[in-house]
Nanobody, 122 residues
């Protein structure tokens, strides 16, 4: 059974940094896309960043709102994905979700973690 578990969230002041981790179990995700999404109170879930399957180097993309501040990466040996978040703003406050694909070499993501709260105070 595939499971994605996020960690690293919490409370941080504006301008600070956090690193989120997503550990995958139940399957190796080397050939699958992975990504981060977030949902702020009262709003719909939105895309944050994604990273391609291994072998396609350099294929990452970001929402315009986080470009230049957030960095997505993955460590296939640990079956883990990361989101380094710098220069955090109050508007980054949200529940952050890890996601992964269910079809190799495809961008659709169908597996989801339960989410972790990030709160940025002003």
């Amino acid at each position: 059974q595939v499971q994605l578990v996020e960690s690293g969230g919490g409370l941080v002041q504006a301008g600070g940094s956090l690193r989120l981790s997503c550990v995958a179990s139940g399957r190796t995700f080397t050939n699958y896309a992975m990504g981060w999404f977030r949902q702020a109170p009262g709003l719909e879930r939105e895309f944050v960043a994604r990273i391609s399957w291994s072998g396609w180097t350099g294929s990452t993309s970001y929402a315009d709102s986080v470009k230049g501040r957030f960095t997505i990466s993955r460590d296939n040996a640990k079956n883990t994905m990361y989101l380094q978040m710098n220069s955090l703003k109050p508007e980054d406050t949200a529940v952050y979700f890890c996601a992964a694909g269910s079809v190799p070499f495809d961008w659709n993501m169908n597996y989801w973690g339960k989410g972790i709260l990030v709160t940025v105070s002003s």
